[in-house]
């Protein structure tokens, strides 16, 4: 049974900086793709960042340079480092897995309850 937990989350104001955790279970870790999506109040669900099995990774361009995916694989743990946030970042933010490359895409199968950010002016 495949379990994904965020932690993290927080108030932050304008500039600083969060990091993200996901904590898995339940399967081989190091072969499944990851990602962080964010949904805000009345906006759809939008892929934040995604790291591969490969270690390979993709950013929305929203958020490049200013945020870093990375997995360990010994820890089986998903991180988002988020620097420079903005009050545009401000939603749940939510870890998804899968066997399947969706990248950005919010088609992954597994999905955490989320983690809230808000970031103040």
């Known amino acids: 049974q495949v379990q994904l937990v965020e932690s993290g989350g927080g108030s932050v104001q304008a500039g600083g900086s969060l990091r993200l955790s996901c904590a898995a279970s339940?399967?081989?870790?190091?072969?499944?793709?990851m990602g962080w999506f964010r949904q805000a109040p009345g906006k759809e669900r939008e892929g934040v960042a995604a790291i591969d099995s490969d270690g390979s990774t993709s950013y929305a361009d929203s958020v490049k340079g200013r945020f870093t995916i990375s997995k360990d694989n010994a820890k089986n743990t998903l991180y988002l480092q988020m620097n420079s946030l903005e009050p545009e970042d401000t939603a749940m933010y939510y870890c998804?897995?899968?066997?399947?490359?969706?990248?950005?895409?919010?088609?992954?199968?597994?999905w955490g309850q989320g983690t809230q950010v808000t970031v103040s002016s």
């Open positions: 339940g399967y081989t870790y190091s072969s499944y793709c």
């Open positions: 998804a897995a899968d066997r399947v490359r969706f990248g950005l895409l919010p088609r992954y199968r597994y």
